[in-house]
């Protein structure tokens, strides 16, 4: 019998969870990466437990262990004063997936480690899928490196996990583009000296047009600090380099504590924040996932954990179908994914732009939305989180 055969658009995290979850049900993945290299820069990255479950279960557990620190708590804090307005138990019950805090790139790393290490996936880098064609047998794709050097590869299907700007969604008919949100991320890495390592603790920082979210990551020898604000226009790149000119400008007015933190972060990348509606995340033998169709604005922090959640999704009902029914069952696979994830993507994708709404009032408004935190307490906090972080996949 010949293996069945998957090609996976994109090793970002996204990708490379599908290419494991799918391998390890004995389906050879050949992943294409565009990028040249994996540099992923400095920033953290909150994993719930709705996509650590999914990591543990393919093997990640001590891995994940050694490269993030447990979270105890969320706690929302006002921009002028720092007065604590809520707090949100994080901590897990024993053996449960916990709330972890790490570096973007220790994940990806960790999830590039274990592709390698199965052999059944072939990663090829510095090719992006740039045509695809599909009928009733498969898909054929066109891969194209940066001096223009082609190569095809022949699959049973196409995962596209090529992110915001995603090819594949318009190879899909997808017209769309993504749009500026007005709102710009700052984020860096502040080395943590002795006593000020502080507790595992996510801070949430609430003012008018601009919030602040910080957490330990590197076992605590870090902190990652990210500023959103407004910004009237998005600049050039995704990925740039921030002035510190514009740093004060950003806490303007925020307290000490925000300010000593952020002037002692040694350089800041900027992100200008896009949004887009969510894609028909199936066209027959294509399916979308993460990123390319449905980009989460950091509100929430749960764009990574979608991804991660779409892939495991994705590879069961893969492999379901291609043995109850060979290659010709792929499309019904693709096709019930998308069913099945709708739903969910959606409605965390609303509920990330409604903290975004929520977070960056100003007053009046403001006093309503820190009473009602106040009144929900912590459990009440929590239990509104329940239907997002209690997510589990179907064994
Ligand atoms: C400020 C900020 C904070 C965030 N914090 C969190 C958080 O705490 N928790 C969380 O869960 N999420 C968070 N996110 C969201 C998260 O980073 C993304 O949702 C996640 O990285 C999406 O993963 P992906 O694999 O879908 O796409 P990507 O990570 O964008 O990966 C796509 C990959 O595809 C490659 N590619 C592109 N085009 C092609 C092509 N044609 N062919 C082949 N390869 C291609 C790219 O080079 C890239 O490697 C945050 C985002 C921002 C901006």
């Known amino acids: 019998m010949t293996i069945p055969h998957i090609l996976i658009a994109g090793a970002g995290i996204g990708g490379l969870t599908a290419a494991i979850a799918l391998a390890r049900r004995g389906i050879a ?42 979270a105890r708590r969320l706690v929302v804090r006002r921009w002028h004063d720092g007065a ?11 053996g449960e997936s916990p709330f972890r805090l790490l ?17 059944n996936i072939r990663l090829i880098v510095g090719r992006g899928v740039e045509a695809v064609a599909q009928d009733g047998d498969g898909v054929m794709a066109t891969l194209v490196g940066e001096s223009g050097q082609c190569e095809t590869v022949a699959a049973l299907g196409l995962i596209g996990a090529d992110g915001l700007w ?12 993504p749009s500026f949100t007005g709102f710009e991320a700052w984020r860096a890495l502040v080395p943590v000296t002795g006593a000020s390592a502080g507790e595992a603790q996510v801070t949430l920082h609430l003012g008018r047009d601009r919030h602040a979210v910080h957490y330990p990551v590197s076992g605590g020898r870090e902190t990652n ?50 949004d887009r509606p969510p894609a028909a995340m199936a066209k027959g033998r294509i399916a979308l996932l993460g990123d390319a169709a449905h980009p989460v604005l950091p509100f929430l922090a749960q764009g990574a954990a979608l991804a991660i959640e779409d892939a495991a999704v994705l590879a069961r009902l893969l ?14 696979a693709m096709a019930a994914y998308a069913r099945e994830r709708a739903e969910r993507v959606a409605r965390v994708q609303e509920t990330s732009r409604g903290n975004g709404r929520a977070y960056h009032l100003g007053r009046p408004w403001s006093f ?19 239907w997002l972080y209690d997510w589990r996949e179907r064994a």
């Open 319 to 332: 492999a379901h179908h291609l043995e109850r029914d060979g290659a010709a069952g792929v499309p019904a």
């Open 84 to 94: 604590a307005l809520s707090e949100m138990p994080m901590s897990a019950s024993e």
């Open 166 to 177: 995603s090819r594949l969604r318009e190879l899909n008919g997808d017209a769309s583009t």
């Open 29 to 70: 993945v050949t992943v294409a990466e565009k990028r040249t290299g994996f540099a992923e820069s400095g920033a953290g990255i909150q994993l719930s437990p709705n996509a650590g479950r999914v990591l543990d279960a393919l093997d990640l557990r001590l891995q994940l262990k050694r490269a993030s620190v447990t």
């Open 225 to 274: 600090l990210v500023i959103i604000r407004a910004a009237r226009e998005a600049r050039e790149g995704w990925s740039r380099e921030g002035e510190s000119a514009l740093l004060a400008s950003q806490v303007a007015g925020a307290t000490p504590a925000l300010h000593r933190l952020a002037s002692a972060a040694g350089s800041w990348r900027v992100w200008s924040l896009y």
């Open 368 to 386: 309503a939305r820190d009473l009602v935190m106040k009144r929900l307490g912590p459990d009440g906090l929590r239990r509104r989180h329940d």
């Open 103 to 119: 570096k973007r790139a220790d994940l990806h790393m960790l999830l590039l480690d274990a592709a390698r290490s199965l052999p």
